[in-house]
């Protein structure tokens, strides 16, 4: 190790531009990407969504802290416990209380829980921690990085999927792409079943009805989050929109930028299950999780307000600049803080873990600021991620 | 393997030795310019140096490439005092010329769309771009306020560019960082199109558009681009990665990961590879990155002063 953060970047990225399947990964994902993109050309519904979306995340910014307040007040009206956390360490904490120790613990995928660092954090306090979405898991048994927000596995090729399966879980049946997805789909059903906490994430969270609402097309989230005794939801305050409408126009938002479909499903949990069929008794839970959590993640979020990179902040992570970065899909997840990737990534890191942290991911951003023509929000990625490396909010 | 500081302080050191980020000469610089009048004027083209450069950014990309592949790359590169020599960055003749006669066409354009333009040969000072992509701003201030001086004192009332990148720091950067110069038009924005018309001896009438990231984006130029090439009698075939939604060249990253930037460059020329036709940007930048692996052109390459 030099040191160099400069030195160790470069180092990464050339690893990764040598690793010709993971190179052939990540054409194949820009080539759907592309794809996928022209579904959405001239689509007026889509483009009237992000108008509105943009309009939604304006007015939540502008008055974030009372929203978070009230999302509180709502959630905790609907039975469910809430804890605002300042900093990454408390929002740990704040986890690592709920859940204790020695249990089995699903997750679905949540960026803010790969910021957070969560799953080593549980599994350091002495508990076994799988991740339930399919790309999350073949990270965790890989060892790597994501290299998308969404398509968090777009670099592992199916040829490398197979070779870890067969490494990993013992797998001995065929290498075509349906039969590796139905022996994951065994291994993960039965820790599912058997788990004692599930933990989710957000797109978005209604501060008025104290709904949390979450897109997903593989069906393991609403399993994570309802089948054990336990829901935790670990999500930025930057998720809190005004309404459930609004909260629904963010998430469908996310899905038509991400595979320019319509989610295969919302999920929107107010609270702990429960019912009222016996003599109107209050009975929790029925089928459902008994407790639900939700921790909302500030961690540098407030700072930002008010400062230029307030506009990061409306980011739904759809991912769709990620796909067209000409960088990233070159050198995948080198360019990368962890949780964060690319030109956007460049700039959730300044606001997560500071402007001196990102500084040296700045440097791979070639500022052709294509990414700005790909994002439903309008933020200006490449943009302020010069900026940044201009040395931007560095003190 | 080269770290940052090496590759900063090799541009810096040529800059202050010489006025020029690769070292260029005086007489590479300016020779394309026998004929052209001198200042004062009332256009003054301001070439940046960019497209001079061509033919040192090749090679510079060639040599940088190199470095970061050898098998010793374990080994922390110190460039510091081995400056231009060891770097050997000798520029290509034959890139030569052909920078020079793309130079004398600009010069030709102009004065085809009724614009007579000066030059002002080898004292003209380097925008400073470089710098600014480096996120060296002090240094990119300093140049910019030189170059401010030599605009202002040259008298000039339109200051005419020729590549996107010297545009945009004029036009969008100056004005940020030290004071806004005198009007500044691109070339693109002056060139009358009916004035233009196809090169001889350029062999074929399909053309496949390379846009440059800031000609789309930053200027939006790239619909004038095309205006001028089909006026010239062009077919004009489009990438799927083409105007604002262009397809970098690798060029910005030439210089810190030149090796990412190769691998960048060579996936445009495989997406500009199913089109027919020649290969076409209006940037000195995208000609030396992606015309390092096959045949691209710049447009002031393809066209020439007449009706058609
Ligand atoms: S910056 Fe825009 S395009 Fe990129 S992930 Fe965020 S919302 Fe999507």
């Not at chain 1, 080593?120 to 290299?147: A, K």
């Not at chain 1, 968090?152 to 040829?159: C, I, N, Q, Y």
Request: aromatic share 4%; net charge neutral; glycine share 10%.
């Amino acid at each position: 190790m030099s040191g160099d953060p400069f030195l160790e970047l470069k180092r990464e990225a050339y690893r990764w531009l040598s690793d010709e399947r993971a190179r052939a990964g990540m054409e194949r994902a820009s080539a759907s990407f592309e794809a996928s993109r022209r579904l959405l050309e001239g689509n007026a519904y889509v483009e009237e969504l992000a108008r509105e979306v943009r309009e939604v995340k304006r007015r939540a910014l502008r008055e974030l802290e009372s929203l978070v307040a009230r999302a509180r007040e709502s959630l905790e009206r609907n039975g469910a416990h809430v804890v605002v956390a300042r900093t990454r360490d408390d929002a740990l904490r704040a986890v690592g209380d709920i859940v204790g120790s020695g249990k089995l613990v699903v997750k679905s995928k949540s960026i803010v829980t790969e910021e957070l660092g969560l799953r080593e954090y549980l599994r350091g306090l002495g508990n076994e921690v799988w991740e339930t979405d399919l790309g999350e898991f073949l990270l965790q048994i890989s060892g790597n990085r994501p290299s998308h927000f969404v398509a968090v596995s777009m670099h592992l090729p199916r040829e490398e999927v197979l070779d870890l399966l067969r490494e990993k879980l013992n797998y001995r049946g065929p290498g075509d792409v349906p039969s590796m997805v139905g022996a994951v789909r065994e291994f993960l059903r039965d820790r599912i079943m058997r788990a004692d906490v599930g933990i989710t994430g957000a797109n978005a969270v209604a501060a008025e009805d104290g709904a949390v609402v979450q897109v997903e097309n593989e069906g393991n989230a609403r399993l994570t989050g309802t089948v054990p005794p336990v829901n935790v939801v670990v999500t930025g305050i930057d998720k809190v929109v005004p309404t459930l409408v609004d909260a629904f126009r963010v998430a469908l938002l996310e899905s038509y930028y991400v595979g320019g479909t319509p989610p295969t499903y919302v999920n929107v949990t107010s609270g702990p299950s429960g019912t009222r069929d016996v003599e109107h008794v209050l009975v929790r839970p029925a089928q459902g999780a008994k407790e639900m959590h939700v921790v909302l993640v500030d961690n540098g979020r407030s700072a930002a307000l008010g400062t230029p990179l307030e506009e990061v902040l409306a980011c739904i992570r759809c991912g769709s600049c990620q796909l067209a970065c000409p960088v990233l899909t070159t050198v995948g997840p080198a360019w990368s803080s962890g949780a964060y990737m690319g030109g956007i990534g460049v700039l959730w890191t300044a606001i997560t873990m500071g402007a001196g942290a990102a500084r040296p991911l700045a440097d791979m951003c070639a500022e052709c600021r294509v990414c700005e023509e790909y994002c439903p929000m309008g933020i200006r990625v490449g943009l302020l991620a010069g900026e940044i490396k201009r040395g931007a909010g560095q003190t | 393997m080269l770290d940052k500081r090496s590759v900063v302080g090799f541009i810096l050191d040529n800059l202050r030795r010489t006025g020029d980020p690769l070292a260029a000469t005086g007489e590479e610089l300016s020779s394309w310019a026998a004929g052209v009048p001198r200042p004062p004027s009332e256009y003054l083209i301001y070439t940046g140096h960019l497209y001079q450069l061509v033919p040192r950014m090749r090679a510079s990309i060639g040599a940088l490439r190199a470095i970061d592949s050898s098998p010793g790359s374990g080994l922390v590169l110190r460039l510091g005092r081995l400056a231009a020599g060891a770097l050997s960055i000798a520029p290509d003749g034959g890139l030569s010329s052909r920078v020079s006669a793309m130079l004398r066409n600009a010069h030709d354009l102009l004065r085809a769309s009724g614009i007579e333009a000066s030059y002002a040969g080898p004292s003209e000072p380097y925008s400073g771009i470089l710098l600014h992509d480096l996120g060296l701003v002090d240094p990119f201030r300093e140049q910019a306020r030189r170059v401010l001086d030599f605009l202002e004192a040259s008298r000039a009332r339109v200051v005419v560019t020729l590549d996107p990148h010297t545009t945009y720091a004029l036009r969008e950067l100056y004005p940020k960082y030290v004071g806004s110069p005198p009007e500044v038009r691109h070339i693109l924005e002056l060139v009358d199109p009916s004035a233009v018309t196809r090169r001889a001896g350029v062999g074929a009438e399909d053309l496949k558009v390379h846009d440059s990231c800031l000609l789309a984006k930053a200027l939006g130029l790239h619909g004038r681009l095309r205006e001028v090439l089909s006026s010239a009698g062009y077919r004009v075939h489009e990438p799927a990665r083409s105007g604002t939604r262009t397809f970098c060249c690798g060029g910005p990253l030439s210089s810190l990961f030149p090796r990412v930037a190769a691998e960048i460059s060579r996936r445009r020329m495989e997406q500009l590879s199913a089109l027919p036709g020649i290969a076409v940007s209006a940037c000195p930048v995208c000609l030396a990155n992606l015309g390092a692996l096959g045949e691209v052109m710049d447009w002031l390459e393809v066209v020439e002063a007449g009706r058609r």
